[in-house]
């Protein structure tokens, strides 16, 4: 069993920064592939970044060369670092663990979610 529980959101203006972090719990933790994924309202939950295990990195295209990932294995603590933010990157911004070590960009190959941190971006 592993529990994620997400910080560092909150109210920024367009064009500034935040760092978000997911903290996991369990001795495992490295074994894990990590993603982070976002919702806007009504819309569906989507892919923002995957963590390899092996701490290998892809970024979705909307956020690409404006976010990125990484994890601390040694602080079981994964971050999304975004810049530059924009307006409609606000939604809720949840970390979830795959067993699978290289992850999955459907949400379905994730087994374990946090209970997601409200981003919000004004223009």
């Known amino acids: 069993q592993v529990q994620l529980v997400e910080s560092g959101g909150g109210l920024v203006q367009a064009g500034g920064s935040l760092r978000l972090s997911c903290a996991a719990s369990?001795?495992?933790?490295?074994?894990?592939?990590m993603g982070w994924f976002r919702q806007a309202p009504g819309k569906q939950r989507d892919l923002v970044a995957r963590?390899?295990?092996?701490?290998?990195?892809a970024i979705s295209d909307p956020v690409k060369g404006r976010f990125t990932a990484s994890r601390d294995n040694a602080k079981n603590t994964v971050y999304l670092q975004m810049n530059n933010l924009k307006p409609e990157d606000t939604a809720v911004y949840y970390c979830?663990?795959?067993?699978?070590?290289?992850?999955?960009?459907?949400?379905?190959?994730?087994?374990?979610w946090g209970q997601g941190t409200q981003v919000t971006v004004s223009s």
């Open positions: 979830a663990a795959s067993k699978a070590p290289w992850g999955s960009y459907s949400e379905d190959g994730y087994d374990y």
């Open positions: 369990g001795r495992t933790f490295g074994g894990y592939a």
């Open positions: 963590i390899t295990s092996g701490g290998g990195t």
